[in-house]
């Protein structure tokens, strides 16, 4: 996708896997509230084509959706992407979502996002920002997830002046396993705000959220994580944890975890830390000949790589974690 467009002529993929449809290029109203959701609306309007990707069999490969902002003539602008995904029944598929954009423009990311997860199916999904530091990203996603289906969400922010995250996650059967995962650097002035809502509509159903924060400089963090658990579910099984690490005193970061229960015989908990690292910890590895500043990268390296080791994809695994080795060598 450049701009927003999807660009047949920069993408393969198996026809046997996977098929892409266009949906109707012609302009319409937005079909969600204005008030209520300005930057959806705003996506609709400058949107005309949506994009809908099939997915009726096994993955051999994850698949890598590639959202490249290039502003011609160095000229502020707007680019959106509006992609549904279909992940068909007993099917498994792992998709990665990279926001990218030329190094040295202004420029507006709204991006809306919707996947279906049906019956059995299994879905690792990797939302991967790495803009530079003049650029704002804001997304919508919205999963839904059906009987006995896996989800894991991994969310990677890795640059952007200003990132917003919209994310509702749907569990509308039994027996459904999800996992929604978030790891952040930030530095200089940089702003990560993520709203999370996670809907038990099924019994038996199980989700875990950690988010982890690394903050440099004069970083802001908010996380905002609702856990709706509806009335009449039986044996919900929810976790909610959102761990911050400050790397300056200048950093700031703000966490709501919310928890709404309507039933009595579930599971819910919910947490929320934030400090420093400590000198016992910094001294050690001084004491082993690493100075103190590789002393406190590797343990905030190691802080986020523990989100990034959670991702199943061995390609995926590596290439963020050098990513992210590669961010930390970039400060010295």
């Known amino acids: 996708f450049i701009n927003g467009f999807y660009v047949s002529d920069l993408s393969t993929y198996s026809n046997s896997e996977m098929s892409i449809k266009k949906q109707s290029d012609s302009k319409t109203l937005p079909s969600v509230d204005v008030i209520a959701h300005p930057l959806q609306s705003m996506n609709e309007v400058y949107?005309?084509?949506?994009?809908?990707?099939?997915?009726?069999?096994?993955?051999?490969?994850p698949l890598q959706i590639m959202n490249i902002t290039l502003p011609a003539d160095h000229m502020d602008m707007i680019s959106t992407a509006k992609v549904k995904v279909v992940l068909k029944a007993n099917t498994e598929a792992k998709v990665v979502i990279s926001h990218l954009g030329k190094n040295d423009c202004r420029y507006f990311s709204n991006n809306q996002f919707e996947c279906d997860v049906e019956k059995y199916a299994r879905l690792e999904l990797v939302n991967h920002i790495d803009h530079n530091n003049q650029s704002y990203h804001f997304d919508s996603l919205k999963i839904s997830t059906a009987t006995a289906s896996t989800l894991k969400y991994i969310e990677l922010n890795f640059g952007a002046m200003m990132i917003r995250h919209e994310l509702v996650v749907d569990l509308n059967g039994q027996h459904i396993n999800s996992e929604v995962l978030s790891?952040?650097?930030?530095?200089?002035k940089q702003h990560c705000d993520s709203q999370t809502t996670i809907n038990h509509n099924q019994s038996f159903s199980r989700s875990e959220q950690v988010y982890k924060?690394?903050?440099?400089?004069?970083?802001?963090?908010?996380?905002?994580?609702?856990?709706?658990?509806?009335?009449?579910?039986?044996?919900?099984?929810?976790?909610?944890?959102?761990?911050n690490l400050l790397l300056s005193d200048q950093a700031e970061v703000n966490s709501k975890p919310i928890l709404r229960t309507f039933s009595d015989d579930v599971k819910a908990s919910h947490g929320s830390t934030m400090g420093q690292i400590q000198e016992e910890e910094i001294f050690y590895l001084q004491s082993r000949a690493i100075s103190r500043s590789q002393a406190i990268q590797l343990l905030g390296q190691g802080f986020l790589?523990?989100?990034?080791?959670?991702?199943?994809?061995?390609e995926a695994k590596y290439f963020f974690a050098n990513e992210l080795l590669a961010k930390f060598s970039a400060v010295e």
Do not use: C, M, P
């Open 47 to 61: 949107n005309l084509n949506a994009i809908e990707i099939l997915i009726t069999k096994d993955l051999s490969r």
């Open 213 to 243: 924060s690394l903050l440099d400089n004069e970083a802001h963090s908010v996380f905002s994580g609702t856990v709706y658990i509806a009335a009449g579910i039986a044996k919900a099984d929810s976790s909610q944890l959102n761990q």
């Open 305 to 314: 790589n523990e989100i990034i080791l959670r991702i199943e994809s061995t």
């Open 183 to 188: 790891a952040s650097y930030l530095k200089l």
